[in-house]
């Protein structure tokens, strides 16, 4: 069977398990080193069986690694390393083949630096710092998660990566499947221009940029749902997907170009809290949360906002508004610089200057300071706003002085 078929298997079985609310610590285990971690696997897997806490089955099976116990085990096929507070797993396979090799490589160098950047955003929030190490699975493809469906609302063969419980992290190498590079061979078979090789080359560097990326992603889950704790992590009712998945793509700065659409949607309600009611009530909305109220009564008592429907139907409204306003400024400078190509009679560089101004002005006014700096504490954006704000008057003034100019600088008729 193949690895990431056999991951996929055991994470189903994990996933519809019955979990025991004794055994619901698995969910969330800390341990400070992998010897620990190990010994603790090794302890448990006699409980091992069909009724057996779906957190722990987890636990034993992204730690377990070649050489733990007895070969007829499947971890008896797993390389096990650590790196920093995490234990990462993945097929022994792996490292005889160049490509994955090089690229798990290449992650783990990445993964300290990506978790101390995090890090530092996630403390501006009040996130407390996380105990314990991360278990870390890496699989070849999103392939491996073909058969998880069952675990999340969008198709798993769109999503980069998965967080189970509150520590379990499951990563694919590539982000191409086995479908699409069929796809690519039959498209080749038809124009030779296509270059199969070349094409899947700049996939691959580019599953690597969306690998770091969703490492990141599932990072802030692991905090957030480490946060909380077991069994409040779970809870739906207090804690929605919204809030998970829109905490998730803003904290770790997803890309929106790629995000599906829901989640999306999610990033820009955090976005408009931000923007339009700042930083700081964002940071009492996350302590207070983390502290233990729940979603809703919190955007209540930090936002006055009535609950997911209130939230989501001012967030539209929010960036419809933004998206206005922005597509108005680029109409205008496009019509300011085709007057002057048409030498038209107009002081197009004044009025170009305060356009601009205006852009600036808009972009303060909707939390830019706050989105760029606001990690960096208040002082900064403070700063940040008096630098933003006397760039656009000095640019202002420039170009309505051009324009006040421009009649005098005429020549007269005779």
Not at 115 to 120: F, G, M, S, T
Request: hydrophobic share 40%; charged share 20%.
């Amino acid at each position: 069977m193949k690895p990431h078929v056999l991951l996929a298997v055991v994470l189903v079985a994990s996933c519809v398990g019955v979990v025991s609310a004794t055994d619901r610590d698995w969910e969330n285990p800390v341990f400070y080193t992998a010897e620990e971690a190990v010994a603790a696997a090794r302890s448990n897997i006699s409980r091992l069986n069909h009724d057996s806490p779906a957190g722990l089955r987890f636990f034993v099976d992204l730690t377990l690694g070649e050489g733990d116990i007895d070969g007829r085990h499947r971890s008896s096929a797993i390389t096990r390393e650590v790196v920093e507070s995490f234990l990462i797993t993945y097929p022994t396979a792996f490292v005889r083949n160049d490509v994955q090799r090089r690229t798990i490589e290449r992650f783990q160098n990445e993964m300290p630096r990506q978790r101390a950047v995090l890090e530092k955003r996630l403390a501006r929030f009040g996130y407390p710092e996380l105990p314990g190490m991360v278990y870390c699975r890496l699989v070849d493809s999103v392939d491996a998660f073909a058969d998880l469906s069952i675990a999340s609302s969008d198709k798993m063969t769109q999503v980069g990566g998965v967080t189970y419980y509150c520590r379990y992290i499951v990563l694919p190498l590539s982000y191409v499947g086995e479908e699409n590079v069929r796809e690519l061979r039959r498209s080749a078979a038809l124009n030779s221009s296509i270059d199969v090789e070349d094409t899947i080359r700049g996939w691959q560097r580019d599953s690597f940029a969306n690998l770091v990326n969703t490492f990141r992603h599932e990072l802030v889950h692991v905090h957030t749902n480490s946060a909380l704790d077991v069994p409040a992590y779970s809870d739906r009712a207090a804690y929605p997907t919204w809030f998970h998945e829109g905490t998730a793509t803003y904290l770790a700065a997803d890309p929106r170009s790629g995000l599906s659409k829901g989640y999306q949607t999610f990033q820009e309600l955090f976005f408009y809290l931000v923007q339009r009611h700042g930083v700081r009530k964002l940071q009492t909305f996350y302590a207070d949360v983390l502290g233990g109220s729940d979603v809703n009564s919190t955007l209540v008592d930090v936002y006055g906002i009535s609950g997911a429907e209130q939230l989501f139907a001012r967030s539209g409204r929010w960036h419809r508004v933004k998206d206005v306003v922005k597509t108005g400024l680029w109409i205008a400078a496009l019509a300011i610089v085709m007057a002057a190509f048409r030498g038209t009679d107009r002081p197009y560089i004044g009025g170009l200057q305060v356009l601009a101004a205006l852009a600036i002005g808009l972009a303060l006014a909707t939390g830019l300071a706050e989105h760029l700096y606001g990690l960096r504490g208040p002082g900064v954006v403070l700063a940040a706003k008096f630098g933003f704000g006397l760039v656009a008057a000095v640019i202002g003034v420039r170009g309505v002085r051009r324009i006040q100019r421009y009649p005098n600088s005429q020549p007269s008729s005779s």
